[in-house]
């Protein structure tokens, strides 16, 4: 990566994603699970509404709360305190992952809609777009 000074000015894309263990190894539409990830999802919109806040928070959480799976930890951490003083364009999206989903009995699934359907309004006051993966 280039040195910190040398990012590009472009917008930066953020996918806050939420999963979820499947409560069955058959894909299939369970309230309970779906719920509790379009939950969590549903909690994270309050940091896209402000993006400086929510890059002061990542900057502060990281190497505690925050962990960074692979890559320079050192480097990456410079980034998010350059971040949360020079607060890049920030678009951000979020991404809801149940594998214990089927998909395709979602349609028609009143309950399962409205919860969908709820976080998608959410999502699109802060101009999120929203991502649901199942099986």
């Given at each position: 990566?280039?040195?910190?000074?040398?990012?590009?000015?472009?917008p930066?894309?953020?996918?806050?994603?939420?999963?979820?263990?499947?409560?069955?190894?058959?894909?299939?539409?369970?309230?309970?699970?779906?719920?509790?990830?379009?939950?969590?999802a549903?909690r994270s919109?309050?940091?896209?509404?402000?993006?400086r806040?929510?890059?002061?928070?990542?900057?502060?959480?990281?190497?505690?709360?925050?962990?960074?799976?692979?890559?320079?930890?050192a480097?990456?951490?410079?980034?998010?305190?350059y971040?949360?003083?020079?607060?890049?364009?920030?678009?951000?999206a979020?991404q809801?992952?149940?594998?214990?989903?089927?998909?395709?009995?979602?349609?028609?699934?009143?309950?399962?809609?409205?919860?969908?359907?709820?976080?998608?309004?959410?999502?699109?006051?802060?101009?999120?777009?929203?991502?649901?993966?199942?099986?």
């Amino acid at each position: 990566m280039a040195p910190i000074a040398d990012l590009p000015k472009a917008p930066v894309h953020v996918t806050l994603c939420h999963c979820k263990f499947a409560g069955s190894d058959v894909p299939r539409r369970q309230l309970k699970d779906l719920d509790e990830v379009v939950g969590q999802a549903h909690r994270s919109v309050r940091w896209m509404s402000n993006p400086r806040v929510f890059w002061e928070t990542l900057a502060a959480r990281f190497g505690n709360r925050a962990k960074l799976m692979k890559g320079d930890s050192a480097l990456v951490g410079d980034a998010l305190k350059y971040f949360a003083t020079n607060m890049p364009d920030t678009q951000v999206a979020l991404q809801v992952v149940q594998p214990g989903l089927d998909i395709a009995k979602v349609p028609g699934w009143v309950a399962g809609e409205i919860l969908l359907s709820f976080l998608s309004d959410a999502a699109g006051t802060v101009g999120a777009a929203v991502t649901i993966v199942g099986a």
